[in-house]
C-alpha cells in the first residue's frame, strides 16, 4: 500500500446547545509513504480536528480513516503506536528538564534515549547542552525542538505536525523546516498545518483547507500554475488610502495587501497602466510604484475563497 494515510469523506460535527457546528465537510484525500504534505489553512479552518482524528484522538462523525493501512476507529491502539503527534500547544512537562520529558516519551512506547538517538539526534543536538534545564524556562525555539524530538523518539512511520512554528521567531522557522526535510530522509511521512502561506512552498504537496472544506490539493506549483489572472503589486507614500482609491475603480476585480504592497487584479487583462497611475496622482497619490508580478499561493487561496462564496 503506497498511501501512508486516506481520508474518505470525512466530517466532523460539534452540538453547540440546540445548534450543530461543522468542523470539517466531506474531506476527502490521500499522502504518499515519506510525502512531505502541508494543511494550508487560517485559524479556524478544521486543521486542528482533522489532526486529531488521524490520530485517533477524536472520532469522525461521516466517513472512515487510515493510517499505515489502520482504521482510525477500529484499529486507535495500533496507530497510537506507530505515529508522533506534536499538538499546536506547547504541551510537554514544564517542570521536567529536557531530558526528563525526553526519557518520559521513550518509556512511554517501552524505548530509550540511546536506542533511537540516531533519529533525533540531528535535532536533539541543538538543546542538548541545555538537557538538565526544566521545560519551562526553554526560549520558543528550544521548546518546539523538544516537542518534536519527544514526538520521533519511538520512531514514528508517521508525523502529525500542528501548526509546529507558531510563535516561533523567523530563524527558528527556517531551521525547523530544514529538519523536516532531513526526517524525510528517514522514510518519514510528515503532516504538517499551518497558517503561513510561504510555508506550503515548503512542501511536496499542500492541502488549502477553509471552513471545514478542502479548496484544492496540489504540488505548490501546480497551485499556482492554476492561477491565470494577471496580478499587479502597487505600493504608494499613503498605502491606506491607496487600498481605499484602488478598490473604488470599477476595473478593479480584488485589491488585498500583501506585506508592504498591494496585490491587484484586474477585471480584464488589456488594462492600461500608465492611465491607472494618472487616475491615482489626480487622486494625490505620491511615489506610486506598479510591478507585474506572478502570483504566491496566498494569491491563490484568496482567489478560491472568493469563488467559493460567489
Given at each position: 500500500m503506497s498511501q501512508a494515510v486516506r481520508v474518505d469523506h470525512v466530517s466532523k460535527?460539534?452540538?453547540?446547545?440546540?445548534?450543530?457546528?461543522?468542523?470539517?465537510?466531506?474531506?476527502?484525500f490521500d499522502v504518499e509513504r515519506g510525502e512531505l504534505f502541508g494543511l494550508l489553512g487560517p485559524d479556524g479552518a478544521g486543521k486542528t480536528t482533522l489532526f486529531r482524528v488521524l490520530t485517533t484522538l477524536m472520532l469522525p462523525t461521516k466517513g472512515s480513516a487510515s493510517v499505515d493501512g489502520f482504521d482510525v476507529v477500529k484499529d486507535f491502539k495500533q496507530i497510537r503506536n506507530r505515529v508522533g503527534y506534536m499538538p499546536g500547544k506547547f504541551s510537554l512537562y514544564?517542570?521536567?528538564?529536557?531530558?526528563?520529558?525526553?526519557?518520559?516519551?521513550?518509556?512511554?512506547?517501552?524505548?530509550?534515549?540511546?536506542?533511537?538517538?540516531?533519529?533525533?539526534?540531528?535535532?536533539?543536538?541543538?538543546?542538548?547542552?541545555?538537557?538538565?534545564?526544566?521545560?519551562?524556562?526553554?526560549?520558543?525555539?528550544?521548546?518546539?525542538?523538544l516537542a518534536l524530538s519527544c514526538a520521533l523518539i519511538h520512531r514514528p512511520s508517521v508525523l502529525f505536525l500542528d501548526e509546529p512554528t507558531t510563535g516561533v521567531d523567523a530563524v527558528s522557522r527556517k531551521e525547523f523546516w530544514e529538519l523536516l526535510r532531513q526526517l524525510q530522509h528517514q522514510k518519514i511521512t510528515i503532516l504538517v498545518s499551518t497558517p503561513y502561506m510561504d510555508e506550503a512552498s515548503l512542501c511536496d504537496r499542500v492541502a488549502l483547507i477553509q471552513e471545514g472544506k478542502i479548496l484544492d490539493i496540489d504540488s505548490p506549483q501546480g497551485i499556482t500554475g492554476k492561477f491565470r489572472k494577471p496580478i499587479w503589486s502597487f505600493s504608494a507614500k499613503n498605502m491606506f488610502h491607496l487600498m481605499l482609491d484602488l478598490k473604488s475603480m470599477d476595473i478593479v476585480e480584488s485589491c488585498y495587501p500583501f506585506g508592504q504592497v498591494h496585490h491587484v487584479i484586474f477585471r480584464k487583462e488589456n488594462i492600461k497602466m500608465d492611465e491607472v497611475l494618472e487616475q491615482l496622482k489626480q487622486k494625490g497619490h505620491e511615489e506610486v510604484e506598479i510591478e507585474s508580478i506572478n502570483a504566491s499561493i496566498e494569491d491563490s487561496f484568496m482567489e478560491l475563497m472568493t469563488s467559493k462564496h460567489d
Open positions: 460535527t460539534f452540538k453547540t446547545g440546540k445548534s450543530e457546528l461543522t468542523a470539517l465537510n466531506d474531506i476527502a514544564q517542570d521536567l528538564t529536557v531530558e526528563e520529558n525526553l526519557s518520559f516519551f521513550a518509556t512511554l512506547f517501552n524505548t530509550t534515549i540511546e536506542e533511537n538517538y540516531d533519529l533525533v539526534k540531528d535535532i536533539y543536538s541543538h538543546i542538548e547542552k541545555f538537557k538538565h534545564r526544566r521545560a519551562g524556562a526553554l526560549s520558543g525555539g528550544m521548546k518546539q525542538k
